[in-house]
C-alpha cells in the first residue's frame, strides 16, 4: 500500500508531526467542551471526529471526508431540512457516477499534493529561521535533556556526560554513549535534546 514507517527519537514528538497536530486539536476541543458534558469526555469523541473530518483543512485545501468518498459530508441540517449538500448530484447511471467520483478525486489528489509540498517548504523556510544548527560530531562529549526529570523541580535536567559515537540523518540525530555508565546500552537521541559538554581548563 506504499506505507513506509518511520522511526523517530524519544521525547521528540514533533517527530511524529500529524498525529502530535491531531493530539493538540483533540485536546483543545476536549477542554472547550468538558464543562458542558460534566467531565465526560469520552462522549464527545464522535461527535469532534466527525467535526474534524468534515471541516476543511488550511493545508491540504479539502476535508478529510472528501478526500475519502469523493463528496461532502451530509450535515444534521441538511439531514433535517431535506437539502442535498454539494457532491450529491444526480446521475444517469452508476457509471456516470463513478467517473464523477474519479474525476473528482484525481482532481483533489493533485492539488493535495501541491499543497503540502508548498506547506511543508513553508515549515522547513520557519524551522531554517528558528534554529541555530551546529551538527556534533564523533567523538563530542555531550549534556541530554531528560524530559522525564522536568516534573520535579529539584531534579536535574541534564544528563551526562555521554560521547558521540555515531551521527544519524545528516546530524539530525546521534547515537550515544553514557560515560558515567558504561553498562547502558547506547541510544539514539534527537539534536534538540543534547547541548555541548566544555571540559574545565587546567
Not at 531528560?146 to 551521527?167: C, E, F, S, T, Y
Request: glycine letters at 6%.
Amino acid at each position: 500500500m506504499g506505507i513506509v514507517k518511520t522511526r523517530t527519537s524519544p521525547y521528540h514528538p514533533q517527530s511524529d508531526g500529524q498525529v502530535e497536530r491531531f493530539n493538540r486539536t483533540l485536546k483543545s476541543e476536549l477542554s472547550k467542551r468538558l464543562f458542558s458534558t460534566g467531565n465526560q469526555w469520552d462522549k464527545m469523541l464522535n461527535h469532534i471526529a466527525f467535526s474534524y473530518n468534515t471541516s476543511v483543512h488550511s493545508s491540504i485545501g479539502y476535508s478529510p471526508f472528501f478526500l475519502v468518498n469523493g463528496r461532502e459530508a451530509r450535515m444534521p441540517l441538511e439531514v433535517m431540512f431535506g437539502d442535498t449538500p454539494v457532491g450529491y448530484s444526480c446521475h444517469s447511471s452508476y457509471g456516470d457516477f463513478v467517473d464523477d467520483i474519479t474525476k473528482r478525486m484525481k482532481e483533489a489528489s493533485k492539488i493535495v499534493g501541491q499543497e503540502l509540498v508548498k506547506a511543508q517548504e513553508k515549515q522547513a523556510d520557519y524551522v531554517e529561521l528558528k534554529t541555530r544548527f551546529l551538527p556534533y560530531v564523533v567523538g563530542d562529549l555531550v549534556w541530554v535533556n531528560d524530559p522525564a526529570k522536568q516534573r520535579d523541580k529539584l531534579a536535574a535536567r541534564w544528563k551526562g556526560p555521554h560521547r558521540v559515537i555515531r551521527v544519524m540523518n545528516n546530524g539530525v540525530t546521534y547515537q550515544l554513549q553514557d560515560l558515567s555508565k558504561s553498562s547502558i546500552p547506547s541510544k539514539v537521541i534527537h539534536y534538540n535534546r543534547l547541548k555541548p559538554m566544555f571540559l574545565p581548563i587546567v
